[in-house]
């Protein structure tokens, strides 16, 4: 029973760091692997930080057994004398105390992503044991803590020639649904700090394989080294990287820009090295400044004949690979989680400077700005038969049922967060997949063929295609930058497929499309893989599923039953099942198996999507060389 009582006795205070335990996702965004990654981003901020204020130069990551985690970095250490407010050492009042650092006054560091200094309390909150060791003024110094709660003073462990701060945690598996850390995620994390910190040194080392696993970042280049790594792999119309750096008004500004002959625009932008997805006003004013430019050099050029009106950011933008970089003392961020800049002030520095710079240097290169302007316009173009493409696409809420494909078979249900579409490879699967489905929220979109790859078009030509405007009008959302995902008519997109190299293909060609042209869909884990079973097995009137030669060869040695005795079917294909076998194995919730689809770094998503789907032959052929050998299953 509720108690109707509301008086002081039901007020809680939360002390110390219980309000992190009892609350983690405030503080890092969730308790899956996402958050667990977050942990160590937490610590190595701060060591970017002292790499900032000129201490630091080196920084090591380590993964131990056990999925422990060391941070290592040479910067002045950890303050560990006597804090007298608060009665404890410095060092104990940094890991135990919320908002508590170095980073409130301006003069200890001059930038920091670290607002609230909130990261390392944090972080030994949430970890079942934290060890912080300070190598300082020739002694190292010790403290260990337990979820947060200290379990002795600060003691004077030996002597040392090292200068630096040691950071080593247990995330708490209580609080964690996911306790293992992936090289790969950390790796590129770093490598982005290393492109934003020219002339740092960050190593990650993975202890826990037999060899271990080893990447060293270090990039002179800063930012301009940044934009030729997301370029790599594509053709570019300016050879060399536009370079913008300037301080004005205590913002540092590091612009690198290149444009390659795509379709698609990258823009990383990044404030104190924090990655600010959302963009900002350091966003706002780059975009504002290059649109300027271009079209005042396009009123200027022969080829303003070719196109009726100015350009807009987005037929400026088609093609470009840019990462902006600020500094500033004070930063505003729009939430706790710092995805997008609020200084006002910013758009205007960042305006001006970008106007002034792009402009002296396609006044001193014109057959780049040429180049650009021409790309420019056939954007442009592109644009306008993309509007009018859109126009038969649209839907004027997310539940009207006019204008949804005819070979729909919609669900009755009306509630996306309820409701999912299974895109199905091939008539014959569509129908038996109707047929067996739970109409009540399972909808049907077949589809024949191969679709576009969408990696070697415009828009224009995607929303013109046959075999995608049916998803479009399915999903209901729109596309591009129109694409609005509040209305979304399934919160779960299952594409499924045949298990051969055609039905791999097919998958693909969808990611790619859902990737380039409704991003949100993988950034929110909306997209799903079926899987279908490879083989059924039957003895007598039972049959057993299986899902691949693994699990079928397991299940033949268990089984206790001669093989030839055994009725075993591989499908070749989901049209060879039936309605109720379809159910059963394939679309059932309480029985089926489906793969989520999650895009953990969307850098290295973008590159293999232009290594395996782009023009360019040559990354692709070096893609297959590479990983020819880990080939498990090939048709023929």
């Known amino acids: 029973m509720q108690n109707d009582n509301y008086d002081a006795q039901n007020i809680q205070i939360l002390k110390g760091l219980e309000a992190v335990r009892k609350r983690p996702g405030m503080y890092i965004g969730s308790t899956d692997a996402t958050g667990l990654h977050h942990l160590v981003y937490e610590i190595v901020d701060n060591s970017i930080d002292e790499a900032l204020a000129g201490y630091c130069d080196t920084i090591k990551v380590e993964i131990l057994e056990d999925n422990i985690i060391r941070v290592t970095d040479d910067g002045?250490?950890?303050?560990?004398?006597?804090?007298?407010?608060?009665?404890?050492s410095a060092?104990?009042?940094?890991?135990?105390?919320?908002?508590?650092?170095?980073?409130?006054?301006?003069?200890?560091?001059?930038?920091?992503?670290?607002?609230?200094?909130?990261?390392?309390?944090?972080?030994?909150?949430?970890?079942?044991?934290?060890?912080?060791?300070?190598?300082?003024?020739?002694?190292?110094?010790?403290?260990?803590?337990?979820?947060?709660?200290?379990?002795?003073p600060i003691e004077i462990v030996g002597e040392t020639s090292f200068r630096g701060t040691v950071t080593t945690f247990k995330p708490d598996d209580t609080?964690?649904?996911?306790?293992?850390?992936?090289?790969?995620?950390?790796?590129?994390?770093?490598?982005?700090?290393?492109?934003?910190?020219?002339?740092?040194?960050?190593?990650?080392?993975?202890?826990?394989?037999?060899?271990?696993?080893?990447?060293?970042?270090?990039?002179?280049?800063?930012?301009?080294?940044?934009?030729?790594?997301?370029?790599?792999?594509?053709?570019?119309?300016?050879?060399?990287?536009?370079?913008?750096?300037?301080?004005?008004?205590?913002?540092?500004?590091?612009l690198a820009m290149q444009y390659n002959d795509g379709y698609s625009e990258n823009i990383y932008t990044f404030v104190n090295n924090i990655n600010t997805r959302d963009g900002g006003t350091h966003l706002s004013g780059f975009k504002s400044a290059?649109?300027?430019?271009?079209?005042?050099?396009?009123?200027?050029?022969?080829?303003?004949?070719?196109?009726?009106?100015s350009l807009s950011g987005d037929d400026t933008r088609e093609g470009l690979?840019?990462?902006?970089?600020?500094?500033?003392?004070?930063?505003?961020?729009?939430?706790?989680?710092?995805?997008?800049?609020?200084?006002?002030?910013?758009?205007?520095?960042?305006?001006?400077?970008?106007?002034?710079?792009?402009?002296?240097?396609?006044?001193?290169?014109?057959?780049?700005?040429?180049?650009?302007?021409?790309?420019?316009?056939?954007?442009?173009?592109?644009?306008?038969?993309?509007?009018?493409?859109?126009?038969?696409?649209?839907?004027?809420?997310?539940?009207?049922?006019?204008?949804?494909?005819?070979?729909?078979?919609?669900?009755?249900?009306?509630?996306?967060?309820?409701?999912?579409?299974?895109?199905?490879?091939?008539?014959?699967?569509?129908?038996?997949?109707?047929?067996?489905?739970?109409?009540?929220?399972?909808?049907?979109?077949?589809?024949?063929?191969?679709?576009l790859n969408v990696e070697k078009t415009r828009i224009d030509k995607v929303l013109g295609n046959e075999k995608l405007t049916p998803i479009i009008q399915a999903l209901g959302a729109n596309v591009g930058t129109s694409f609005d995902v509040e209305k979304l008519r399934y919160h779960k997109i299952i594409i499924m497929a045949d298990a051969d190299v055609d039905g791999s293909h097919i998958r693909t060609l969808l990611l790619t499309f859902f990737f380039r042209y409704m991003t949100p869909l993988l950034e929110k884990g909306f997209i799903y893989l079926a899987m279908p079973p490879l083989y059924k097995i039957q003895h007598?009137?039972?049959?057993?599923?299986?899902?691949?030669?693994?699990?079928?060869?397991?299940?033949?040695?268990?089984?206790?039953?001669?093989?030839?005795?055994?009725?075993?079917?591989?499908?070749?294909?989901l049209g060879e099942m039936n309605p109720d076998q379809l159910w059963e194995t394939t679309m059932d919730p309480s029985r089926r198996n489906i793969k989520r689809i999650k895009m953990e770094d969307a850098i290295a998503a973008d590159e293999i999507f232009v290594t395996l789907m782009g023009e360019e032959v040559p990354p692709r052929r070096k893609f297959i060389e590479d990983n020819a050998l880990s080939v498990a299953n090939l048709d023929i």
Request: include cysteine.
């Open 290 to 309: 290059l649109t300027r430019t271009l079209n005042d050099f396009l009123k200027k050029s022969k080829l303003n004949k070719k196109v009726d009106s």
């Open 76 to 88: 002045r250490g950890i303050p560990v004398d006597y804090h007298e407010a608060e009665g404890m």
């Open 321 to 451: 690979t840019a990462v902006i970089s600020i500094k500033i003392p004070n930063p505003q961020f729009v939430g706790q989680t710092k995805d997008k800049l609020g200084n006002a002030e910013v758009r205007g520095i960042v305006d001006s400077i970008v106007f002034e710079r792009l402009t002296t240097y396609f006044e001193e290169f014109p057959e780049v700005v040429d180049r650009i302007i021409e790309k420019s316009i056939l954007a442009a173009k592109a644009r306008a038969a993309a509007k009018r493409a859109r126009e038969l696409t649209r839907r004027k809420d997310v539940f009207e049922t006019g204008g949804l494909p005819g070979k729909l078979a919609d669900c009755a249900n009306r509630d996306p967060s309820k409701c999912e579409v299974y895109i199905v490879e091939g008539d014959s699967a569509g129908g038996s997949a109707k047929m067996g489905r739970d109409r009540e929220f399972q909808a049907i979109l077949p589809l024949w063929g191969k679709m």
């Open 91 to 152: 060092l104990e009042v940094i890991m135990t105390k919320l908002h508590a650092g170095g980073k409130f006054d301006n003069s200890t560091y001059k930038v920091s992503g670290g607002l609230h200094g909130v990261g390392a309390s944090v972080v030994n909150a949430l970890s079942t044991y934290c060890t912080v060791d300070v190598h300082k003024d020739g002694k190292k110094y010790t403290q260990t803590f337990n979820k947060g709660i200290t379990k002795g």
């Open 540 to 573: 007598g009137k039972h049959i057993e599923y299986v899902y691949d030669d693994k699990e079928k060869d397991i299940y033949l040695k268990n089984c206790g039953i001669d093989e030839d005795k055994l009725n075993i079917q591989r499908y070749k294909g």
């Open 175 to 254: 609080i964690f649904t996911d306790l293992e850390y992936s090289f790969d995620i950390l790796a590129n994390r770093l490598r982005e700090q290393a492109f934003l910190n020219k002339g740092i040194n960050i190593e990650l080392v993975d202890t826990r394989l037999e060899v271990p696993r080893e990447s060293k970042f270090y990039f002179e280049g800063g930012v301009k080294s940044f934009v030729e790594y997301l370029n790599k792999s594509k053709t570019v119309i300016n050879p060399e990287p536009v370079y913008v750096e300037f301080e004005k008004d205590q913002v540092i500004l590091q």
